[in-house]
């Protein structure tokens, strides 16, 4: 496992236990040899990463709210382009990520949650896992995109 020290010398401590914890949970899942979405998968670990943690929605989902007043609410969860390095708003994808997961655990509990990202992860298309569970991609992406707007809308 490598942490960008660029990127994780100006955390304070909780953040630097997020980074760390995510990373972990991607060590632990074997997420590189594993075919689930990008939003699932970034959004699995830091849901693993940040449970445990007091951070009001201001701090986890800053960056991902200001983007969306911004540029606007985007119409579908982040995909593997929204996570490259080089995107524009990198941060707010993996809150918007980890809000997608967020819900599913707000709607249905934690081990849905896991039951959803072990069937992606073991090939399950995550519609079809998601439906084992409750919502669909689509349901599951409106309610996403409603949150996104933030109390104020």
Known sequence: ????????????????QVVMSHELV???TDAVRRPVEPWLLEGFADYVA?????LPDRVTLGRAIEAARRDGIPEALP??????TRASDLQ??????????????????????????????RGVAVDRALRRV????????AEW?????????
């Open 1 to 16: 496992m490598f942490v960008n020290p660029d990127v994780s010398e100006g955390l304070r401590r909780v953040g630097a």
């Open 79 to 84: 995909t593997a382009a929204d996570f490259d």
């Open 134 to 141: 409750g919502p669909t991609v689509r349901v599951l992406t």
């Open 50 to 54: 940040l449970r445990d943690t007091r």
């Open 92 to 121: 707010a994808r993996y809150e918007e990520a980890w809000l997608a997961c967020r819900i599913i655990a707000e709607r249905l509990g934690e081990q849905k949650v896991l039951d959803v990202y072990l069937a992606a992860s």
């Open 145 to 153: 995109r409603d949150r996104l707007r933030g109390p104020d809308r």
């Open 26 to 28: 991607h060590v632990a």
